[in-house]
């Protein structure tokens, strides 16, 4: 039983011979397994299915060949071979592992994603325009690459170093070698700073003076969402970007933005400066850029910019070639649709008429003032479509689900793609406006405080007359086709009885189903990736996830103390109140932290009176936060001192909790 499992197990409920959380009652006993209906074959398109995705293919323009060219425009090299490795040789990005989409959308997969992942799979080296080359499908983003008067300005340096690199060597290899004098940070996503140290190092920035770039906000909010709380959402990112699943038309196809996540090396070299307002000028290398800030749209931190004397626009992540996510399945705070919508139109009003160009961090560019201006448009109609059809309806009286399922698609993502739900989707971006203003609340005052799923599950169960009675029901749903309904139903039971793999092979045949007629590729990955966990459990645990020695190391030491509290354990601590002091030899920083009996709270200071004070050098500490390095070792090689009372250091790092990752999460 897992520790959530254990929450709020009622005393009366026991001694009343009620049904405890966990525990199926005992009308509601399966039957052998072999006296159970199965579920189809895994990797089988039902008609319904089968049905659905026809009827996709009917009423839109697949057969629109304009967004091909555009995909396709001034291809000029690829990398070579099969894989980009990192440097024991292990594949960080397999080249051909999406060759497989072409032709026809199979039944498995809903036809309009075929077509995005098609399109977003095309990989190489593009020429956008004079002086402006893309290197695209080698990583979730696309690295944009503008030619300066003595070397190459890079923005968004992709997620990982190691697809950087290569990005970075196939523009060399093909254009002639140059140096880097420039980075550009759009925003504060991984997918666009973390491959950073494959095309440049912290010395190189310094010994050059190298400006890298980034909006306002940019450092807090990459630590936010990658360190304090980035172990929920990377484990949701698991599923959302079906990290465990095979790349296959029965199981990923893309994710809608881009083709996929890149497994290797994500780090953080820290911008030279964060620039905010709108129509701010800096020239980098020769090159005129106006930055127009767009924080609090696609991300807490983020801009667009315009460059003048090539007449093009980027649009960054807050128009691109696809409806996005206001808020994302992996997790992230909830973004401003209104803000979102704003922030296109001023670009528009003020950049639209003056760019032949308009390219994004992801996806391919829109060529013709014309076609920008009508991408523009959309884009910023479908954020606002979004916001005030969910208002309307949530001042009427409609709940978040209420208001989701009642908003029709509006007719003009009937033509264009670019506002289709390839990776947000109309209905979660509803629900997301709606908790922006309302919160997670419906107004409904029996959801208030509502019971935890594990406590009612088995409840329920016994209320429709046990497992048995359960599964025929949601297997009538599955048969009808019903697999919204059918995947609530075999949820209840696999709360319920969570050791009943029949029941989950049902829930995952439900959600393999969803997941085969879904438009976004972000659900699809989420349904199956979910459906392989239940068939096939969790991979194995390995070494708990507590982060990445290449990030950790530019984050700034009293945020990283922020991280830390997050982990405080207040049940661990075994004595009094005291307070511990990190004199840092590298740094020349020293942090106080107060260890409560509730919660730590560190700040700088010059750490007088500290119960205990630790001399060592940043690098070090964090080396003994990843668990690489332990103290007795730091005092043998002289590298740690420790002066007071030790104990008091024991006592606060023993306090700390180490987050498992591969926790449940589409079961108890």
């Known amino acids: 039983m897992s520790h959530k499992r254990m929450i709020g197990v009622s005393l009366a409920l026991l001694m009343s011979g009620g049904v405890a959380e966990g525990q199926v009652p005992d009308n509601a006993q399966q039957p052998p397994e072999s006296e159970r209906p199965a579920p189809p074959t895994a990797g089988t398109a039902t008609p319904a299915t089968v049905a659905a995705n026809s009827a996709v293919a009917e009423r839109l323009p697949l057969d629109d060949q304009s967004d091909f060219d555009d995909a396709s425009r001034g291809l000029i090299a690829q990398i070579e071979g099969d894989a980009i490795t990192d440097d024991e040789g292990n594949v960080v990005w397999s080249i051909p592992q999406f060759d497989f989409i072409s032709g026809e959308a199979p039944a498995t997969v809903n036809p309009s994603l075929w077509r995005q992942s098609g399109l977003a799979a095309q990989h190489g080296l593009f020429e956008v325009a004079d002086g402006i080359w893309q290197v695209r499908g080698y990583d979730l983003s696309v690295m944009s690459i503008i030619e300066g008067d003595t070397g190459w300005i890079i923005v ?4 990982v170093k190691e697809t950087a690199a290569a990005g970075l060597k196939l523009v060399n290899d093909t254009l002639g070698e140059r140096p880097v004098t420039g980075v550009i940070y759009t925003h504060s996503h991984a ?3 973390g491959g950073a140290r494959g095309v440049i190092s912290e010395e190189d920035i310094e010994e050059r003076g190298v400006p890298v770039l980034a909006p306002a906000g940019f450092t807090e909010s990459a630590v936010a969402e990658n360190l304090i709380a980035g172990n929920l959402m990377q484990r949701r990112a698991t599923l959302m970007f079906g990290n465990t699943i095979p790349r296959s038309a029965e199981a990923v196809v893309g994710t809608g933005l881009g083709p996929g996540l890149a497994q290797g090396t994500t780090g953080l070299v820290l911008p ?12 980098i290398d020769g090159v ?14 983020e801009f667009m910019f315009y460059l003048p004397e090539k007449r093009a626009l980027c649009t960054a992540e807050v128009a691109t070639a696809t409806f996005h996510n206001v808020l994302t399945p992996r ?3 909830v973004r401003d649709a209104l803000k979102w919508s704003r922030v296109i139109d001023r670009a528009l009003a003020d950049y639209g008429d003056r760019a032949d160009l308009v390219f994004a961090s992801h996806h391919w560019p829109t060529w013709g003032t014309a076609n920008v201006e009508t991408f523009l448009k959309g884009q910023r109609d479908i954020y606002r479509y979004v916001h005030d059809q969910t208002l309307r309806r949530a001042n ?6 209420e208001a989701a399922e009642s908003i029709p698609e509006p007719g003009f993502s009937q033509k264009d793609f670019a506002t289709r739900d390839y990776y947000g989707t109309l209905n979660h971006n509803s629900k997301a406006v709606y908790q922006y203003y309302y919160g997670w609340w419906s107004g409904v005052p029996a959801d208030y405080h509502a019971l935890p799923r594990e406590d009612t599950a088995a409840r329920y169960v016994e209320a429709m007359g046990g497992i048995d009675a359960v599964l025929a029901r949601a297997i009538d749903a599955f048969k009808a086709g019903d697999y919204r309904w059918s995947a609530e139903l075999f949820n209840q039971a696999v709360f319920a009885a ?25 659900w699809r990955s989420y349904y199956l990736a979910a459906a392989s966990e239940l068939r096939n459990g969790l991979p194995d645990a390995g070494a708990p996830n507590l982060g990445n020695a290449d990030f950790l190391k530019a984050v700034p030491t009293l945020d990283l103390f922020d991280a830390l509290a997050s982990r405080y354990n207040p049940e661990k601590l075994t004595r009094d109140p005291f307070s511990v002091g990190f004199e840092f030899t590298d740094t020349d920083e020293t942090i106080t932290v107060e260890v409560g009996s509730d919660v730590i709270v560190p700040r700088l200071s010059d750490d007088t009176g500290s119960t205990a004070r630790l001399t060592l050098s940043r690098a070090d500490f964090n080396q003994l936060i990843l668990g690489a390095a332990t103290v007795p070792a730091l005092i043998s090689d002289g590298r740690l001192s420790i002066s007071g009372d030790g104990s008091a250091a024991g006592a606060f790092l023993a306090a700390l909790d180490t987050p498992d990752f591969w926790f449940p999460v589409v079961t108890p």
């Open 156 to 159: 968004d340096p992709l997620l």
């Open 331 to 333: 997790g992230a705070k």
């Open 498 to 522: 969570p050791d009943d793999q029949t029941a989950k092979n049902w829930l995952a045949a439900s959600y393999e189903q969803l997941g085969f007629q879904a438009e976004s590729g972000a």
């Open 288 to 301: 005129t850029f106006e930055f127009m800030d767009a924080a609090g749209t696609e991300a807490p931190a």
């Open 396 to 401: 009427a009286g409609a709940t978040m689900t």
């Open 191 to 193: 997918d666009h700073f």
């Open 272 to 283: 030279t400066e964060e620039i905010g307002g709108w129509g701010t000028v800096r020239e």
